[in-house]
């Protein structure tokens, strides 16, 4: 079912994964920008009509009533509230050591520069519904805002075709601190927290997972609004050695094949026979699984046993394919990790398997996919922060640097802009004249 | 020439400037889809026709030499080589405050949990060429980039009809310590930084601005290579009181609007007779200036002064606005730029022209524009770093875990998740004996 390659003779699997990184599909571009365009214009009306065509259910209001949330609690079992307040007591103690701090820089009194280091007003959240509804979704995006400071989280979600969302979804978002939770999905609730309607208000940023329609759509507000980033089919690559365990390989190359069917679950090892033996533990956990259908569409299409000729190699091959996920199965994994340059979380040794990263360690579980950890980073609190600079000079400051200004200026051909340094020294007019001057 | 308007009266203006955040051009992604298609396949080669299409030169290495750029060097002024030199301390010192470092937690002996911060491997640089080549540029890119340890910064700028680039972009270059050069512009500069053609290698991440077309190849290859930002046309907004110099406002306006037709040059002020002694400041100083038509058409479609009910109405428009540059001109701007929330650079007092921190005080100059200093922030380290999430989980910790994890997983209805965890434990096989049983 697996693919298994000799990395030595045969690249082209490789270079069909790395192209996995696909180009936008138009067909979607185009409903997305209608949808975008009629939410902008007509508003909740717009939002109401799609949510009746998309969801299957007319809404008279798309906010999550304080009754809604309550209910949603009181059906959630006691041990699930409990392991979800664990999850973001861990998630607030990773990510709070993320807090950056205003700075400044000062030269005696005539010279201060800094950076302001602020919250984002307003954020919206993307949780989408359906399979995917998932509560560890809305801590991981909900806990690092709120760490950031931001003023208000708004939170959206698909209803069902009764019009409910998933109760778990808004206990974890009660536990996470939302603000507001409005019932609204797909490119309309993107287009609706971009432009803002008479019930949902406009955010500063969009973060969140979705499917394509939801991805085209924050890729199309960006700029008027921020976004995260546009998440790809989720990734594991596990390195292993002789000293791995093929069980554990096999069931968590599992657990990300069950994602979906476009997702990447790929075993690098330089111990040619492990090969065999996972293929064989495949099929054994396979039989036990729900989603045995995907997870054998998406091992067929995208999993594969990669054998190299050493360890080197397969960090090599790992650091290529800068994977969302990396196991370390090794012997000593603290040795290897640090020959990795490119992935979005690494796991260490047998006991760290990738769902300990999923719901509970306490790092970000928004990960860069589709090798963009080349240049992209877990979701964090940076991503909920803004900075702005600080520039004070005083005349003396000023003075002493007028000339290198005005000749860079001069050399950029930007004579306005030396204009506006000579004439804060050529004028005999000074500041107090100037003011009076101009007063009544 | 300049629009004065009353804030309480009409807010159309606002409206029309806050639109000016345009949605894409068709026609210009069109032929920018061309470009990079063709460039992805025909890679030096196609590079080659366009340079010779639009910078009208046939070239035979697009790499400037070793030679070229000390002749650039030679034919530069000692007096520019040394500002350029002061400006780059300058930035040196101010960036070097946002260095990040890497953090572990842990808990006794059974977790580790960790950020790794590490440099992006190759960087990309785009320098405008023709009368917006500016060698501040340069630095403002590569310095912070040199800072956060990238291993290769490569620059590319499109080469002038005789194949030549500017000399102080190069004798910056140098000076910032740019890794490789290459004369190359516009969308199939950016097509060759993202796709790596014959003589220019791929990069991970692409900045630096650019116009249009550059602009739209930036977008469409962002999610391949990491990009930094979509610049808009400049801004600055100015907000004055009674005590504020007229002469001083009106060459800062003139300032910013000499940039382009697009740029917006915007006084909000609640002494209403600074309007009209700015406006005639305005006449008097546009007499010397090269640019003049630029400017006065800049000032007509998005310049204007603005009149307030009092100090923190101004300071609300200027939130609204979000204004790339804001100066405060005010009697103690100290007090005032505390209740701003959104701006991309704040200049204080009337010793500290936007001029100041374009070339040479330390901090970016490329800044948010277009109302995203509401949600994004001058470019800084942050940018030329990417993080990498850590987890190590010891058998003891997991097992204390597990039934958390095991039961979200089942409640997100991902049983091979929860089957990873439950392979570790239920399993007779330990870890050494499995690792046994499959050597040889």
Not at 284 to 310: D, P, V
Not at 350 to 378: I, K, Q
């Amino acid at each position: 079912m697996v693919r298994i390659i000799d990395i030595s003779k045969d690249r082209e699997f490789l270079a069909k994964l790395l192209d996995r990184n696909k180009l936008e599909i138009d067909e979607v571009n185009k409903s997305v920008d209608d949808i975008l365009a009629n939410v902008r214009r007509d508003k909740d009306s717009a939002l109401r009509e799609y949510t009746r065509e998309f969801d299957g259910v007319v809404l008279e209001d798309f906010l999550v009533t304080r009754q809604e949330i309550e209910e949603a609690i009181d059906c959630t079992s006691k041990a699930l509230l409990e392991d979800l307040a664990r999850a973001r007591e861990n998630i607030e103690k990773y990510h709070r050591k993320q807090m950056k701090n205003s700075y400044s820089l000062y030269e005696g009194e005539d010279i201060i520069l800094g950076q302001l280091v602020r919250p984002i007003e307003r954020v919206g959240i993307y949780i989408p519904g359906g399979s995917a509804a998932y509560p560890s979704t809305v801590l991981m995006n909900a806990v690092p805002a709120r760490i950031a400071g931001v003023n208000e989280i708004i939170m959206i979600t698909p209803p069902d075709r009764n019009g409910k969302v998933k109760p778990s979804i808004l206990a974890a978002a009660s536990i996470a601190g939302a603000d507001k939770i409005f019932k609204a999905g797909g490119a309309q609730g993107i287009a609706a927290l971009a432009f803002g309607t008479e019930s949902i208000p406009k955010v500063d940023k969009i973060t969140g997972p979705g499917n394509i329609y939801v991805a085209m759509a924050k890729k199309r507000v960006m700029g008027l609004v921020g976004i995260d980033m546009i998440a790809g089919p989720s990734e594991i690559l596990i390195i292993a050695d002789q000293w791995a365990n093929p069980k554990y390989i096999a069931a968590d190359l599992i657990s990300q094949a069950e994602h979906d069917e476009m997702a990447a679950a790929i075993l690098v090892t330089d111990w040619e026979p492990l090969a065999a033996k996972v293929a064989e533990e495949l099929e054994i956990q396979l039989q036990g699984l729900e989603r045995r259908e995907i997870i054998e569409k998406s091992l067929e299409s995208y999993g594969a046993i990669i054998i190299t000729s050493c360890l080197g190699e397969s960090v090599d091959v790992a650091n290529e394919i800068a994977p969302e996920h990396l196991e370390v199965l090794t012997r000593n994994p603290f040795d290897v990790y640090r020959g990795v340059k490119n992935a979005g979380a690494i796991f260490l040794g047998e006991y760290s398997p990738e769902p300990v990263g999923d719901y509970f360690a306490g790092p970000n579980h928004t990960l860069p996919t589709s090798s963009t950890s080349r240049f992209s980073s877990p979701l964090c609190v940076d991503d909920f922060i803004k900075k702005t600079s600080l520039i004070y000079y005083s005349k003396n400051a000023l003075e002493r640097s007028k000339d290198s200004i005005m000749r860079i200026a001069e050399e950029e051909g930007l004579t306005g802009h030396a204009n506006s340094i000579r004439v804060r020294f050529d004028s005999e007019v000074s500041f107090k004249e100037a003011a009076v001057k101009c007063r009544r």
